[in-house]
């Protein structure tokens, strides 16, 4: 079973489910949009980094936000992969395992995939299935920032998506999630 990245459900108002994320760390990728990242973050987890270590995969794979790229971390030591993939069209994220520092995670060996830290923070998040096309995340998007603006909650930054599933599973058994930064 693939390892997701760890949250605290703090509230829940209709479909709509309040999240608290630990600090997280990501492998990260400039991204063109459409998913070539993820080739990129693949090989990183299975062994082109500097140690040859493989890291576990972990979910969700989360798109649509801007990640801080910043140098990588050179290091010789190998780390597990986790969901979620995060990425927005610019940029492409695997959650590192829980529990992983920047210091032990492995150098990437090809200079697009970099080690990033993303802090702590309460997230709104809206599940569903599908394959997570377009009109799917539009959609669900949709109502997400309807939902919030309802209840009056502020959000900050962009909407994300998170992809938990393999490609081969059937979309009615995927689990995809839109989410965006809280602030109360």
């Known amino acids: 079973m693939t390892e997701t990245a760890p949250y605290e459900i703090t509230e829940k108002t209709g479909t709509i489910e309040f999240r608290r994320y630990p600090d997280l760390i990501l492998a990260s990728v400039t991204d063109t949009g459409d998913d070539s990242g993820f080739g990129l973050l693949f090989q990183y987890i299975t062994g082109n980094n500097r140690t040859r270590g493989k890291i576990p995969m972990t979910a969700p794979v989360i798109t649509g936000e801007q990640i801080p790229m910043t140098s990588p971390v050179i290091t010789s030591r190998p780390i597990p992969m986790t969901a979620?993939?995060?990425?927005?069209?610019?940029?492409?994220?695997?959650?590192?395992?829980?529990?992983?520092?920047?210091?032990?995670?492995?150098?990437?060996?090809?200079?697009?995939?970099?080690?990033?830290?993303?802090?702590?923070?309460?997230?709104?998040?809206?599940?569903?299935?599908?394959?997570?096309?377009?009109?799917?995340?539009?959609?669900?998007?949709?109502?997400?920032?309807?939902?919030?603006?309802?209840?009056?909650?502020?959000?900050?930054?962009?909407?994300?998506?998170?992809?938990?599933?393999?490609?081969w599973t059937p979309g009615f058994l995927r689990r995809n999630e839109v989410g965006i930064e809280i602030v109360r």
């Open 84 to 167: 979620p993939v995060v990425s927005d069209g610019r940029s492409m994220s695997f959650v590192m395992p829980a529990g992983k520092t920047r210091d032990e995670l492995p150098e990437p060996v090809d200079p697009r995939v970099q080690i990033t830290s993303l802090p702590s923070r309460e997230m709104a998040v809206l599940r569903f299935s599908g394959y997570a096309g377009k009109e799917d995340v539009d959609q669900a998007t949709s109502r997400l920032l309807e939902g919030l603006k309802e209840t009056g909650i502020t959000t900050r930054g962009r909407v994300v998506v998170m992809r938990y599933n393999a490609p």
